[in-house]
């Protein structure tokens, strides 16, 4: 795997050379295709993974078939650490958005660096604790933001991840269809579509095929707040 992705991941970010390689040959590769599940909500499992390459959406579904992506995990991200703490099932669906290839580091292989190397320790800790104040931001934002709001707080956060700089803005190739777009800001496409379209018309962005292109970023900051 590069090695900038791997340092970008929270298992890796504190170890020196021979500690990440000494990790890396702990963990198992793994590939899925696009649209493939890796693993369903409700399942049980003792593994996370980090991704190296592609996209992978965490949903959820109501009873009555309703779904909503909880993120969108890019390289260098990682997902299924609750497993290794919580032998409950898992709380999310995770699908791959796109071709993907990920590394997986199950309970076993995980103890002894959570003894060795408290660098490990401190980066699941900070992983938890990130994951704990996104979902309070994620609640907050249902309560006092609106739709709009939410769209353009969603693409900023899609742009500081996947985002490509370009003459004429930043290139946004997040691959999702519109539907999962709504999904992630938990309104219905209709309303998202009519929030994209009015951005588009103000030349705040351009919309392309399961991407988009920023050019007023400043604009889109402030009605994201």
């Known amino acids: 795997m590069d090695n900038d992705v791997l340092r970008q991941a929270p298992l890796f970010s504190?170890?020196?050379?021979?500690?990440?390689?000494?990790?890396?040959?702990?963990?198992?590769?793994?590939?899925?295709?696009?649209?493939?599940?890796?693993?369903?909500?409700?399942?049980?499992?003792?593994?996370?993974?980090?991704?190296?390459?592609?996209?992978?959406?965490?949903?959820?579904?109501?009873?009555?078939?309703?779904e909503n992506l909880l993120a969108i995990l890019g390289p260098g991200q990682m997902f299924g650490e609750l497993s290794l703490f919580d032998p409950g099932p898992r709380s999310a669906t995770a699908t791959a958005v796109t071709d993907c290839q990920m590394m997986s580091l199950g309970h076993d292989e995980l103890q002894k660096w959570l003894v060795d190397q408290p660098h490990v320790a401190r980066a699941l800790l900070h992983q938890l604790a990130a994951r704990l104040r996104k979902a309070n931001d994620v609640v907050a934002d249902l309560v006092f933001s609106d739709v709009p709001g939410r769209v353009a707080k969603a693409l900023l956060d899609l742009s500081r991840r996947f985002g490509r700089a370009a003459d004429d803005g930043i290139h946004v190739h997040h691959d999702l269809t519109q539907e999962e777009l709504a999904q992630l800001v938990g309104a219905s496409r209709e309303t998202v579509n009519k929030a994209l379209a009015d951005f588009a018309m103000r030349g705040w962005l351009r919309l392309e095929p399961r991407s988009v292109v920023l050019m007023d970023v400043e604009r889109l900051q402030r009605r994201s707040r």
């Open 14 to 66: 504190g170890l020196d050379d021979d500690a990440a390689a000494s990790l890396r040959s702990s963990m198992r590769d793994v590939s899925i295709r696009r649209s493939q599940a890796l693993f369903h909500e409700g399942d049980s499992g003792d593994r996370l993974y980090v991704v190296t390459e592609g996209k992978i959406k965490l949903g959820r579904s109501s009873a009555d078939g309703r």
